[in-house]
Protein backbone atom coordinates (compact mmCIF):
# COMPACT_ATOMS: atom_id res chain seq x y z
CA UNK A 1 0.00 0.00 0.00
CA UNK A 2 1.38 3.37 -1.07
CA UNK A 3 1.33 5.88 1.61
CA UNK A 4 0.17 9.39 1.58
CA UNK A 5 2.59 12.06 1.22
CA UNK A 6 -0.02 14.85 1.01
CA UNK A 7 -3.63 15.28 2.92
CA UNK A 8 -5.47 18.77 2.95
CA UNK A 9 -8.41 18.34 4.85
CA UNK A 10 -11.10 21.31 4.36
CA UNK A 11 -9.15 24.06 3.90
CA UNK A 12 -9.91 27.68 3.44
CA UNK A 13 -8.30 30.84 3.23
CA UNK A 14 -9.51 34.34 3.83
CA UNK A 15 -7.47 37.52 3.82
CA UNK A 16 -8.71 41.10 4.58
CA UNK A 17 -9.56 43.81 1.75
CA UNK A 18 -9.20 47.42 2.65
CA UNK A 19 -11.27 50.07 0.86
CA UNK A 20 -10.65 53.59 1.13
CA UNK A 21 -8.03 53.18 3.86
CA UNK A 22 -6.03 56.47 4.90
CA UNK A 23 -2.50 56.82 4.12
CA UNK A 24 -1.57 59.20 6.76
CA UNK A 25 -1.59 59.92 10.04
CA UNK A 26 -3.12 62.72 9.66
CA UNK A 27 -5.84 61.82 7.43
CA UNK A 28 -6.67 58.64 9.83
CA UNK A 29 -6.97 61.65 12.78
CA UNK A 30 -9.46 63.62 10.71
CA UNK A 31 -11.37 60.94 9.26
CA UNK A 32 -11.37 58.43 11.55
CA UNK A 33 -14.77 56.30 10.85
CA UNK A 34 -14.17 56.63 7.11
CA UNK A 35 -13.10 52.95 4.79
CA UNK A 36 -14.20 49.60 5.66
CA UNK A 37 -12.64 46.30 4.82
CA UNK A 38 -14.20 42.76 3.80
CA UNK A 39 -13.02 39.27 3.83
CA UNK A 40 -12.25 37.88 0.68
CA UNK A 41 -11.97 33.92 0.07
CA UNK A 42 -9.45 32.70 -1.82
CA UNK A 43 -10.17 29.06 -1.29
CA UNK A 44 -13.13 27.62 0.19
CA UNK A 45 -13.42 23.64 1.79
CA UNK A 46 -10.25 22.61 -0.38
CA UNK A 47 -9.82 18.55 0.26
CA UNK A 48 -7.66 16.31 -1.14
CA UNK A 49 -4.69 13.41 -0.41
CA UNK A 50 -1.50 12.94 -2.51
CA UNK A 51 0.32 9.75 -2.71
CA UNK A 52 4.13 8.62 -2.91
CA UNK A 53 4.92 8.33 -6.83
CA UNK A 54 2.06 10.35 -7.96
CA UNK A 55 2.19 13.66 -10.29
CA UNK A 56 -1.07 15.77 -9.31
CA UNK A 57 -1.23 18.83 -11.71
CA UNK A 58 -3.72 21.71 -11.14
CA UNK A 59 -4.86 24.21 -13.14
CA UNK A 60 -7.39 27.33 -13.17
CA UNK A 61 -7.96 30.72 -14.30
CA UNK A 62 -5.80 33.44 -13.00
CA UNK A 63 -7.09 34.39 -9.56
CA UNK A 64 -8.48 31.06 -8.78
CA UNK A 65 -6.32 30.39 -5.82
CA UNK A 66 -3.87 27.62 -7.19
CA UNK A 67 -0.65 29.78 -5.80
CA UNK A 68 -2.57 30.36 -2.59
CA UNK A 69 -3.21 26.31 -2.43
CA UNK A 70 0.35 25.90 -3.16
CA UNK A 71 1.52 28.84 -0.46
CA UNK A 72 -0.78 26.88 2.14
CA UNK A 73 0.98 23.41 1.73
CA UNK A 74 4.01 25.05 1.68
CA UNK A 75 3.59 26.61 5.21
CA UNK A 76 3.99 30.39 3.30
CA UNK A 77 0.83 30.79 4.18
CA UNK A 78 -1.38 29.31 7.08
CA UNK A 79 -4.90 28.40 6.24
CA UNK A 80 -8.24 30.04 8.10
CA UNK A 81 -9.24 26.88 8.69
CA UNK A 82 -8.62 22.76 7.87
CA UNK A 83 -5.20 21.17 8.31
CA UNK A 84 -2.66 20.13 6.11
CA UNK A 85 -0.68 17.36 6.91
CA UNK A 86 2.94 16.44 5.06
CA UNK A 87 4.80 13.04 5.50
CA UNK A 88 8.64 13.26 3.97
CA UNK A 89 10.82 16.42 2.81
CA UNK A 90 9.20 19.17 0.54
CA UNK A 91 11.01 21.42 -1.89
CA UNK A 92 9.33 24.10 -3.15
CA UNK A 93 9.38 26.77 -6.68
CA UNK A 94 7.01 29.08 -5.76
CA UNK A 95 6.26 32.18 -8.36
CA UNK A 96 9.34 34.01 -9.56
CA UNK A 97 11.01 36.23 -6.47
CA UNK A 98 9.61 33.98 -3.89
CA UNK A 99 12.64 32.37 -1.93
CA UNK A 100 16.11 33.70 -2.24
CA UNK A 101 17.75 37.27 -1.33
CA UNK A 102 17.76 39.58 -3.50
CA UNK A 103 20.90 41.11 -1.94
CA UNK A 104 22.79 38.13 -1.57
CA UNK A 105 24.81 35.85 -4.15
CA UNK A 106 23.66 32.73 -5.81
CA UNK A 107 26.17 30.91 -3.57
CA UNK A 108 24.63 32.15 -0.51
CA UNK A 109 21.15 32.07 -1.49
CA UNK A 110 22.25 27.98 -2.39
CA UNK A 111 23.29 27.70 1.06
CA UNK A 112 20.42 29.01 2.65
CA UNK A 113 17.70 27.84 0.89
CA UNK A 114 19.33 24.36 1.96
CA UNK A 115 19.66 25.51 5.40
CA UNK A 116 16.23 26.45 5.23
CA UNK A 117 14.96 22.45 4.09
CA UNK A 118 17.26 21.51 7.12
CA UNK A 119 20.49 20.10 4.95
CA UNK A 120 24.12 20.92 6.89
CA UNK A 121 26.67 23.00 5.14
CA UNK A 122 28.36 19.72 4.73
CA UNK A 123 25.63 18.31 3.10
CA UNK A 124 25.32 21.58 0.86
CA UNK A 125 28.92 21.22 0.07
CA UNK A 126 28.86 17.82 -1.50
CA UNK A 127 26.05 18.75 -4.19
CA UNK A 128 26.75 21.96 -4.53
CA UNK A 129 28.61 21.52 -8.09
CA UNK A 130 26.12 19.48 -8.96
CA UNK A 131 23.39 22.48 -8.31
CA UNK A 132 25.45 24.85 -10.38
CA UNK A 133 26.18 22.11 -13.22
CA UNK A 134 22.61 22.19 -13.51
CA UNK A 135 21.73 25.72 -13.48
CA UNK A 136 24.74 26.76 -16.06
CA UNK A 137 25.24 30.15 -14.66
CA UNK A 138 28.56 29.29 -13.43
CA UNK A 139 29.69 32.61 -14.52
CA UNK A 140 27.24 34.18 -12.19
CA UNK A 141 27.16 32.85 -9.08
CA UNK A 142 29.21 35.05 -7.24
CA UNK A 143 26.65 37.68 -8.25
CA UNK A 144 23.90 38.98 -6.11
CA UNK A 145 20.29 37.44 -7.76
CA UNK A 146 19.07 40.99 -7.92
CA UNK A 147 21.05 41.33 -11.36
CA UNK A 148 19.75 37.95 -12.43
CA UNK A 149 17.41 37.36 -15.46
CA UNK A 150 14.28 35.71 -14.55
CA UNK A 151 15.51 32.65 -16.59
CA UNK A 152 18.63 32.70 -14.42
CA UNK A 153 16.72 32.85 -11.47
CA UNK A 154 14.77 29.91 -12.13
CA UNK A 155 17.91 27.89 -13.32
CA UNK A 156 19.23 28.24 -10.21
CA UNK A 157 15.84 28.01 -7.65
CA UNK A 158 14.92 24.72 -9.73
CA UNK A 159 18.88 23.44 -9.95
CA UNK A 160 18.79 23.90 -5.99
CA UNK A 161 15.26 22.11 -5.74
CA UNK A 162 15.71 19.23 -7.51
CA UNK A 163 19.27 18.45 -5.91
CA UNK A 164 18.33 18.45 -2.81
CA UNK A 165 16.18 15.24 -3.58
CA UNK A 166 12.63 15.92 -1.49
CA UNK A 167 9.85 13.94 -1.25
CA UNK A 168 7.98 15.97 -2.23
CA UNK A 169 8.40 18.95 -5.49
CA UNK A 170 6.23 21.42 -5.58
CA UNK A 171 6.80 23.30 -8.83
CA UNK A 172 4.73 27.09 -9.18
CA UNK A 173 4.43 27.76 -13.36
CA UNK A 174 8.17 28.27 -13.18
CA UNK A 175 8.82 25.54 -16.15
CA UNK A 176 6.84 28.62 -18.47
CA UNK A 177 10.44 30.69 -17.78
CA UNK A 178 13.44 30.32 -19.28
CA UNK A 179 14.76 29.16 -22.84
CA UNK A 180 13.33 25.67 -24.39
CA UNK A 181 16.29 23.75 -23.97
CA UNK A 182 15.93 24.13 -19.95
CA UNK A 183 12.41 23.48 -20.06
CA UNK A 184 13.47 20.00 -21.83
CA UNK A 185 16.21 19.39 -19.14
CA UNK A 186 14.03 20.36 -16.08
CA UNK A 187 11.05 18.33 -17.38
CA UNK A 188 13.64 15.47 -17.87
CA UNK A 189 14.47 15.93 -14.22
CA UNK A 190 10.99 15.65 -13.43
CA UNK A 191 10.60 12.31 -15.21
CA UNK A 192 13.24 10.88 -13.48
CA UNK A 193 11.88 11.81 -10.22
CA UNK A 194 8.84 10.34 -10.95
CA UNK A 195 10.75 7.23 -11.57
CA UNK A 196 12.45 7.29 -8.68
CA UNK A 197 8.82 7.39 -6.63
CA UNK A 198 8.17 10.82 -5.66
CA UNK A 199 5.30 12.93 -5.41
CA UNK A 200 5.45 15.91 -7.77
CA UNK A 201 2.90 18.66 -7.38
CA UNK A 202 2.46 20.79 -10.33
CA UNK A 203 0.74 24.38 -11.26
CA UNK A 204 0.93 25.21 -14.64
CA UNK A 205 -1.10 27.13 -17.15
CA UNK A 206 -0.05 24.72 -20.49
CA UNK A 207 -2.79 22.04 -20.59
CA UNK A 208 0.33 20.00 -22.26
CA UNK A 209 2.53 20.24 -19.52
CA UNK A 210 -0.37 18.88 -17.54
CA UNK A 211 -1.12 15.62 -20.21
CA UNK A 212 2.36 14.51 -20.57
CA UNK A 213 3.18 14.93 -16.65
CA UNK A 214 0.79 14.21 -14.23
CA UNK A 215 -1.79 11.50 -13.02
CA UNK A 216 -4.19 13.08 -12.13
CA UNK A 217 -5.42 16.95 -12.37
CA UNK A 218 -7.14 19.35 -10.37
CA UNK A 219 -9.53 22.12 -11.49
CA UNK A 220 -9.68 25.05 -8.94
CA UNK A 221 -12.75 28.03 -9.67
CA UNK A 222 -12.77 31.26 -7.50
CA UNK A 223 -11.51 29.25 -5.13
CA UNK A 224 -13.40 26.09 -5.01
CA UNK A 225 -12.05 22.73 -6.30
CA UNK A 226 -14.56 21.96 -9.54
CA UNK A 227 -12.75 18.97 -10.34
CA UNK A 228 -10.28 15.99 -9.41
CA UNK A 229 -9.60 13.18 -10.83
CA UNK A 230 -8.41 11.79 -14.64
CA UNK A 231 -6.26 14.36 -16.50
CA UNK A 232 -8.94 14.74 -19.83
CA UNK A 233 -11.95 14.90 -17.97
CA UNK A 234 -10.25 17.25 -15.73
CA UNK A 235 -9.06 19.42 -18.87
CA UNK A 236 -12.42 19.07 -20.14
CA UNK A 237 -13.78 20.72 -17.48
CA UNK A 238 -10.84 23.38 -17.08
CA UNK A 239 -11.58 24.52 -20.83
CA UNK A 240 -15.41 24.66 -20.35
CA UNK A 241 -15.36 26.79 -17.34
CA UNK A 242 -12.64 28.93 -19.78
CA UNK A 243 -15.43 31.56 -20.99
CA UNK A 244 -17.25 30.82 -17.83
CA UNK A 245 -19.51 28.07 -19.03
CA UNK A 246 -21.00 26.03 -15.97
CA UNK A 247 -23.13 23.18 -17.89
CA UNK A 248 -25.93 21.51 -16.13
CA UNK A 249 -25.64 17.41 -15.35
CA UNK A 250 -28.06 17.26 -18.55
CA UNK A 251 -25.16 19.03 -20.56
CA UNK A 252 -22.94 17.60 -23.66
CA UNK A 253 -19.88 17.22 -22.17
CA UNK A 254 -18.25 18.50 -25.26
CA UNK A 255 -19.64 22.34 -25.51
CA UNK A 256 -19.41 25.33 -24.49
CA UNK A 257 -22.84 27.72 -24.47
CA UNK A 258 -24.00 28.42 -28.07
CA UNK A 259 -21.35 25.73 -30.14
CA UNK A 260 -22.00 22.02 -29.39
CA UNK A 261 -19.21 19.43 -30.56
CA UNK A 262 -21.45 16.46 -31.29
CA UNK A 263 -19.45 13.76 -32.63
CA UNK A 264 -16.62 12.59 -34.50
CA UNK A 265 -17.19 9.77 -37.94
CA UNK A 266 -15.44 8.42 -40.61
CA UNK A 267 -16.85 7.16 -43.99
CA UNK A 268 -16.09 4.07 -42.86
CA UNK A 269 -16.48 3.81 -39.32
CA UNK A 270 -13.37 2.74 -38.26
CA UNK A 271 -10.46 5.03 -37.19
CA UNK A 272 -8.07 2.36 -37.68
CA UNK A 273 -5.45 3.05 -40.29
CA UNK A 274 -2.05 2.37 -41.56
CA UNK A 275 0.79 3.99 -41.68
CA UNK A 276 1.80 6.53 -43.96
CA UNK A 277 -2.12 6.38 -45.66
CA UNK A 278 -4.41 8.81 -45.97
CA UNK A 279 -7.58 9.56 -43.52
CA UNK A 280 -11.02 11.24 -43.69
CA UNK A 281 -12.88 12.46 -40.82
CA UNK A 282 -15.83 14.17 -40.65
CA UNK A 283 -16.40 16.60 -37.15
CA UNK A 284 -20.14 16.98 -36.35
CA UNK A 285 -21.06 20.51 -34.95
CA UNK A 286 -23.96 22.24 -33.44
CA UNK A 287 -24.22 25.84 -33.32
CA UNK A 288 -26.94 28.01 -31.67
CA UNK A 289 -26.10 31.63 -34.22
CA UNK A 290 -23.99 32.22 -36.53
CA UNK A 291 -20.31 32.09 -35.56
CA UNK A 292 -17.08 32.51 -37.79
CA UNK A 293 -13.56 31.17 -35.71
CA UNK A 294 -10.44 28.43 -35.93
CA UNK A 295 -10.97 25.09 -36.10
CA UNK A 296 -8.17 23.08 -34.13
CA UNK A 297 -6.84 19.83 -34.14
CA UNK A 298 -4.99 17.97 -31.98
CA UNK A 299 -3.36 14.45 -31.86
CA UNK A 300 -1.58 13.37 -28.65
CA UNK A 301 0.35 9.83 -27.73
CA UNK A 302 -1.65 7.92 -24.86
CA UNK A 303 1.06 9.28 -22.62
CA UNK A 304 0.08 12.85 -23.34
CA UNK A 305 2.71 14.04 -25.99
CA UNK A 306 1.70 16.36 -28.12
CA UNK A 307 2.20 14.53 -31.71
CA UNK A 308 0.62 17.47 -33.92
CA UNK A 309 -0.98 20.61 -33.42
CA UNK A 310 -3.17 22.36 -36.32
CA UNK A 311 -5.14 25.46 -36.69
CA UNK A 312 -7.11 26.92 -39.63
CA UNK A 313 -5.70 30.42 -38.70
CA UNK A 314 -5.95 32.25 -41.74
CA UNK A 315 -9.03 30.12 -42.94
CA UNK A 316 -11.46 30.49 -40.23
CA UNK A 317 -14.65 28.13 -40.46
CA UNK A 318 -17.88 30.17 -40.83
CA UNK A 319 -20.75 27.82 -38.62
CA UNK A 320 -24.14 28.47 -39.62
CA UNK A 321 -27.26 28.51 -36.94
CA UNK A 322 -27.95 24.43 -36.73
CA UNK A 323 -26.06 21.22 -37.70
CA UNK A 324 -22.31 22.01 -39.63
CA UNK A 325 -19.79 19.32 -40.66
CA UNK A 326 -15.98 20.20 -40.60
CA UNK A 327 -14.45 17.96 -42.93
CA UNK A 328 -10.46 17.02 -42.38
CA UNK A 329 -8.42 15.39 -44.69
CA UNK A 330 -4.81 13.47 -43.49
CA UNK A 331 -3.03 12.65 -46.83
CA UNK A 332 -0.37 11.30 -45.47
CA UNK A 333 -0.14 9.59 -41.67
CA UNK A 334 3.40 8.81 -40.58
CA UNK A 335 2.60 7.60 -36.87
CA UNK A 336 4.35 4.67 -36.54
CA UNK A 337 2.42 1.25 -34.68
CA UNK A 338 0.53 3.35 -31.28
CA UNK A 339 -2.75 4.43 -30.45
CA UNK A 340 -3.31 8.22 -30.67
CA UNK A 341 -6.03 10.45 -28.62
CA UNK A 342 -7.74 13.36 -30.90
CA UNK A 343 -8.79 16.51 -29.52
CA UNK A 344 -11.06 18.65 -31.59
CA UNK A 345 -12.32 22.84 -30.86
CA UNK A 346 -13.33 25.83 -31.95
CA UNK A 347 -11.74 29.20 -31.00
CA UNK A 348 -12.21 32.57 -31.47
CA UNK A 349 -10.24 34.23 -34.30
CA UNK A 350 -7.33 35.12 -32.12
CA UNK A 351 -7.16 31.82 -31.05
CA UNK A 352 -7.39 33.13 -27.31
CA UNK A 353 -10.76 31.82 -25.92
CA UNK A 354 -12.07 28.26 -26.75
CA UNK A 355 -16.05 28.46 -27.78
CA UNK A 356 -16.02 24.49 -27.69
CA UNK A 357 -13.75 21.69 -27.12
CA UNK A 358 -13.98 18.33 -27.57
CA UNK A 359 -11.30 15.95 -25.15
CA UNK A 360 -10.16 12.18 -26.75
CA UNK A 361 -13.98 12.68 -29.43
CA UNK A 362 -11.76 9.74 -31.21
CA UNK A 363 -8.89 7.03 -31.05
CA UNK A 364 -6.72 6.12 -34.01
CA UNK A 365 -5.42 2.58 -33.88
CA UNK A 366 -2.19 2.84 -36.06
CA UNK A 367 -0.49 -0.20 -37.41
CA UNK A 368 2.71 0.12 -39.33
CA UNK A 369 4.76 -2.77 -41.28
CA UNK A 370 7.76 -1.82 -40.68
CA UNK A 371 10.90 -2.19 -38.56
CA UNK A 372 11.04 1.46 -37.11
CA UNK A 373 10.63 2.54 -33.77
CA UNK A 374 9.84 5.61 -32.57
CA UNK A 375 6.81 8.07 -32.95
CA UNK A 376 7.06 9.06 -36.50
CA UNK A 377 8.32 7.63 -39.92
CA UNK A 378 11.42 9.94 -41.44
CA UNK A 379 12.14 7.77 -44.69
CA UNK A 380 15.70 8.11 -43.55
CA UNK A 381 18.20 6.99 -46.66
CA UNK A 382 21.04 5.89 -45.01
CA UNK A 383 24.11 4.85 -47.05
CA UNK A 384 27.79 4.98 -46.71
CA UNK A 385 29.75 7.50 -48.57
Same mark, same amino acid.
Given at each position: ??????????? &??????????????????????????????????????????????????? #? &????? *? +??????????????????????????????????????????????? *???????????????????????????????? =?? #???????????????????????????????? !???????? /???????????? @??? &?????????? /???????????????????? /?????????????????????????????????????? !?????????????????????? @???????????? =??????????? +???????????????????????????????????????????????????????????????????
Amino acid at each position: MKTTVVDVADV &SKSFKIHYERHQSLKERLLHPRTGHSEDFSALADISFTMEEGETVGIIGHN #G &SGKST *L +LKCICGVLQPTSGEIRLRGSLAALLELGAGFQLELSGRDNVYLYGTM *LGFSKKRIDQIFDDIVAFSEIEHFIDTPVKFY =SS #GMYVRLAFAVAVNVNPDILVIDEVLAVGDERF !QAKCIDRI /RRFQQEGRAILL @VTH &SADQIRALAS /RAIVLESGHMIANGDVADSL /RIFREHLLGDTPSNEANEHHSADVHIDSVTTPTGSFDV !QSGASMHFDVHITSATAYSGNF @VLEIFTRAGVLV =SRSDSQGAPIN +LRPGHNSIGIDLPNIPLLDGVFDVNVGVVDPRGSNVKAWGEKVATLQVTYGGRQGGLVELDATIRQN
